[in-house]
C-alpha cells in the first residue's frame, strides 16, 4: 500500500488508456508521455502497461506501508527516499514505511512513478487511467488517498541499473504531417505554422496544450461536422490560435486539424511548460 502524503499540484493514476472505444465516444487517456511511462515500468520489471503515478510539476510525497522497488522517468526531479537522494531513470530500493519524495523539476513538466508490481486501483472499462476530460477512472490523487500495488510474482528480474533518458530541448521542435483538414485554410497558414515561433499558453492542461502566437487564417467560413479526433490533431478554433491535442482530448471535434504531430513529437508535447516555446516542422 502506498500512501499519498502530498500529491503536488497534479498527480493521477495512469497505465497506457483505453484504446479501441472511441467509437463508443470514450477516450483513450493513459500516461501523456508514453515513452516516459514505457521506461518507468521496463526499469522496475513490470509490463510496460501497469498502472503507475504520473505527477505534474512534482511537489509530490509519498509513504509505502511495505518495501518495494520504484523508478521515476520523465521529467526530471529531486528524489529522495528518507531524505536520501537518488538519481531519475534508474530502479531504487524503498525500505517498509519509507517516505519517497519527489521535487520540482527544472525542465519539463510530467514525471512518473512505476512501483513493481503496479498500482492496482480498480479498472474503469479496462484502465485504471484518470481522464480528467470524461470523468472516468480514480479522481486526481489527495492526501490521505491508498493506492494498492501488486504482487511482484512471476515477474521480470531487474535487470537494468540505468537507463539514459533524452535531454528536454529548452525550444523542441515537433514533427508534423499536414491535414487532414488544412484544405479549410488559407494557402500561407502552414507556411505560418511551420515557421513561426510559439508560446505555450497557461490555460494547456492533459486534454491539450493551447498555443499563442500567430493566428492562422481560415479559407473556408462555416462549421464543420463533427469527426474523429487523434492524439496529437492540432485543431484550430475560431480564434487561430492552435491547440495540440494530448492523452485526454475529446473523441470527436468540430473545428478543423490542419496537421497531426508525428507520433514520435507527443512525447515532447506532454512535457512542455507553460510560457515555453517551441516550433513545428514538417
Known sequence: ????????????????????????????????????????????????????????F????LRFRRRAWIAVTGAPVP?????RAHGTNA????????????????S???????VRGGVVVDEVLGSRSTDLLSGLGP?????????????????????????????????PVLRLLPG?????????ALATLTSALYEVSPDSNRVGVRL????????????????GMATGSIQVPPSGLPIVFLADHPTTGGYPVIAVLASAAVADAAQLRPGQRLRFRV
Open 1 to 56: 500500500m502506498i500512501e499519498v502524503v502530498r500529491p503536488g499540484p497534479l498527480a493521477t493514476v495512469q497505465d497506457l488508456g483505453r484504446p479501441g472505444r472511441a467509437h463508443l465516444g470514450v477516450p483513450r487517456s493513459g500516461a501523456a508521455d508514453e515513452r516516459a511511462f514505457r521506461l518507468a515500468n521496463r526499469l522496475v520489471g513490470n509490463p510496460e502497461g501497469a498502472a503507475g503515478v504520473e505527477f505534474t
Open 58 to 61: 512534482g511537489g509530490a510525497e
Open 79 to 83: 528524489v529522495r527516499i528518507d531524505g
Open 91 to 106: 530502479p531504487c530500493f524503498v525500505p517498509d514505511g519509507a517516505v519517497v519524495e519527489v521535487g520540482m523539476p527544472p
Open 108 to 114: 519539463g513538466l510530467r514525471s512518473y512513478l512505476a
Open 139 to 171: 479522481a486526481p490523487l489527495t492526501q490521505g488517498d491508498r493506492l494498492p500495488v501488486g504482487s511482484s510474482e512471476g515477474l521480470a528480474c531487474i535487470a537494468v541499473d540505468v537507463a539514459p533518458a533524452p535531454p528536454i530541448p529548452e525550444a
Open 180 to 188: 487532414p483538414r488544412n484544405d479549410w485554410f488559407a494557402e500561407d
Open 212 to 227: 499563442d502566437g500567430p493566428p492562422l487564417v481560415r479559407a473556408r467560413e462555416g462549421e464543420l461536422g463533427s469527426e
